[in-house]
């Protein structure tokens, strides 16, 4: 592997910085409406959470499952940054969008299934928007950190990488959430690595020993499920925590997590 | 799984129907230069066979690697579709090029890395191009036809599945040719499948064996990687056949493949 | 890969050879009853198939399902033997039976599950018994040959490769028939290789296509599950053929397999 | 899945039980001579570790590798139990042993390659030693499940769960350790379940973050190979800590470990 692009330069998103702390996001699976995003940010600002997902386009294996909202989901992110100082993450799925991102979207999420489609990793390289790059679930650890200098080599340096899971073997989880791939890209890159163990449980009383675990291995933050009422969730119910469990959760992330040695393992 | 599409339609590419026979595509991994393409054009016009695979952009995995000769490559394919009555097969790795596709190029090509790019697929299902849909290399047979799906209900029903082997935790080979899969969808859907055992195998001495499996499990065709001399190609040069392997191959498959059931197994 | 053995005998087994035609070996998938196996082995005689599969022991996932009928499976094979002039292959579990085995069965069966229990192959490489080695479905190409040199390295060379499938991420088949691995061994080892497309498939309707599949990669023959009645079978019941869908597949096997060319894959 | 042992009671191995603490296991690959484990055993009662890894029999993929000390092994085995008040960890491989192991081994330990040797599984099944079972790398969760069932079923209810890693697509680490496994299997079965995150990674480097994100993930306890100096291991020298490297290790597991909830996670 000959990556040619040697990152060592800081990622600062609004008040963030990966020096000062971890990178929690939270958020539903998808924008459902006003209402519930909205219920959404006033929890994240109670729990001091700097950063929502929200999600208006969703990329989704059958042309028959609910795609989000699009548009009228756009608008909705817009109503969010006029009323909530947080940060904004979301996916983009068509490039005829960018626009849009650039002007309401703060952290850019390339998804699983297009970590290598060339077009949008060179499009958002010349961005200079902070990306979230997810691993893809069939992808291997050199394909991700090429996709990553994609970015990088196209002008963007503010690359975030985003473990999810990979498919495996195994039918009971969802996909097997690779740990050792965080610790390892740490030994190879100075991108910031962070896990979505939601995604890759696929059930939500595994998302907190995988959250707890990804942390320990070296993660610098992780992206997580929550919904007001998680049985009402259009999609992707089984695997979002509720307000209440979520907040436990934090609660376990703010003891343990400063015990973790992020430093160390980064520079070896 | 949940098909809502059932397909039934005859697909013709020029003199070509899938009742006639099975669809033979060659051609290099990518376009070099005029000269080695237009040797590869006498040579196919020899044997008869009327398709070429013909790549002016290669998704590669890293940046850094020989991306295709791109523009230049389409003018090469223009003077090919001046120059031979042969049909051309290309891979599309952005929308913008979507117009110089519908003029000069037969086959329209999905390559496995975009099998679920969405924007792609519900793009191309709006043209009346006949399409080839790579699985991806970490997909499922689900995910595979939920992809055709994209195409059949956007529109265009000229839909040729192609299987070129998934990712397992085998490393002796590139990767496992599923011939299960070729035999499954065949239970399941309508549409023509073919096999792709060059990039599955990522060695030529296994391209031959290959082939016949693939055939043998139902296959209405496969794509192989030809080259005037394989080892100068700039890409792939490991499983690409030279023109004399290649014909020794075409005599079995002439022997052996009409003995294949591809119709009762077909319809079940 | 290190492999110090290099094979170069013929094996034979009653009248059968390799170099004679395929080895087809058929059967249920456990000894249910003495009346079930004579009515399979006069089949066989009908059909002029030589080589019985006959199960006493069934290594089972779960101690609660169905493991074999055990010392009186052990006395229909004796019966067999006493009736019927075929030769019977049955898989052994505990070298405590090794006895029996060497005077009542003419091949012996190492299961996936045992590919590396590396007593087994110690213990069974010392008898004269012609073996054959399924390929664990965990179980990398080298693992096998390993284990396969674990047989010869103790003195037997009457090794009989049999590619089973593998375990994938692809949930629709049972396991992932590793073709590719069919025509690899082929260059690497001079050893016969058959393939077991029932367990490969796990489902009735994909056994002929994937039989043919592997004997155009060059398998030496095939292991196929038959049943007078395969929805009265005790286990897996989903993936035997009955008599009349074996007959039809056999005309295939007899009408193409001669023009496979296994010897010119098998020295290169 | 039908388990139809519910497991509820506490396994004690001279002053150890897991509701303790958690259960740390060191010792390097092989036992290579009485020195070496004299070192080791002394540095471990300066850590006050009380469990010894000490493998006589080491099960290898193929023959023509070093196969454990064997017979003289085991003398060694005798003597650190003479020496040393420290509890022993041994894999058995043939149950010809059985007799030595019940003397003179305090933890018998049952390998990934036999976890599916059902012989083996139901002879320990009637000992009444506590019984390490590793997961396979091709095993999922179930059949592990169903393996630990054997030992139960027959009697012997001292089963520990031991998740090592399974085979993934990823060629950078030699398994992907299976943390999802070890937070689902909580939720399955009362059996302790520790790690072994040494051969997961399959180089010293990922090691500790391993080793952290188990029991983050829950796990009840970590089996880590160490040895007096690593470079002069006589097999799998690439995942051994050195002494200094394990101390450092230690300190961090003492410091995080009682933070993760266990008992939470364990009945939920």
Redesign the interface.
């Given at each position: 592997m000959?990556l040619?692009k040697t990152f060592d330069k800081k990622i600062e998103i609004g008040d963030f910085s990966f020096e000062k702390g971890l990178m929690i996001i939270a958020g539903p699976c998808s924008i459902e409406n006003q209402e519930q995003m909205f219920q959404v940010c006033s929890f994240l600002e109670r729990e001091k959470i700097p950063f929502l997902r929200a999600a208006a386009y969703k990329?989704?294996?059958?042309?028959?499952s609910f795609q989000g909202l699009g548009t009228s989901g756009l608008e909705i992110i817009k109503k969010i940054k006029q009323n909530f100082s947080i940060q904004v993450i979301s996916e983009i799925?068509?490039l005829e969008h960018l626009n849009f991102y650039r002007q309401y979207v703060d952290v850019i999420q390339i998804g699983a299934?297009?970590m290598?489609?060339?077009?949008i990793l060179k499009a958002l390289g010349k961005t200079d928007k902070p990306i979230i790059l997810k691993r893809?679930?069939?992808?291997?650890?050199?394909?991700w950190l090429?996709a990553a200098?994609?970015l990088l080599?196209?002008g963007n340096e503010k690359v975030i990488l985003c473990e999810r899971?990979?498919?495996?073997?195994?039918?009971?989880?969802r996909n097997?959430?690779?740990?050792?791939?965080?610790?390892?890209v740490k030994?190879i890159t100075k991108l910031p690595v962070i896990a979505d163990p939601s995604h890759?449980?696929g059930r939500h009383?595994?998302v907190?020993?995988?959250t707890?675990?990804?942390?320990?291995?070296?993660a610098d933050g992780v992206m997580l499920e929550i919904h007001p009422s998680p049985s009402q969730s259009v999609s992707d119910r089984e695997q979002a925590l509720g307000f209440e469990d979520f907040s436990k959760l934090l609660k376990?992330i703010q003891?343990?997590g400063p015990?973790?040695?992020r430093d160390i393992?980064h520079s070896?």
């Open positions: 000959k040619v990329p989704r294996t059958s042309p028959y799925v068509d299934r297009n290598q489609n060339f077009e893809g679930f069939g992808n291997t650890i050199e394909e090429y200098e994609y080599a196209s899971g990979i498919r495996t073997f195994e039918p009971m989880t097997t959430l690779d740990v050792g791939a965080i610790a390892l030994t890759a449980a009383d595994l907190a020993p995988l707890l675990a990804a942390l320990a291995a070296g376990k003891t343990i015990l973790f040695t393992i070896p």
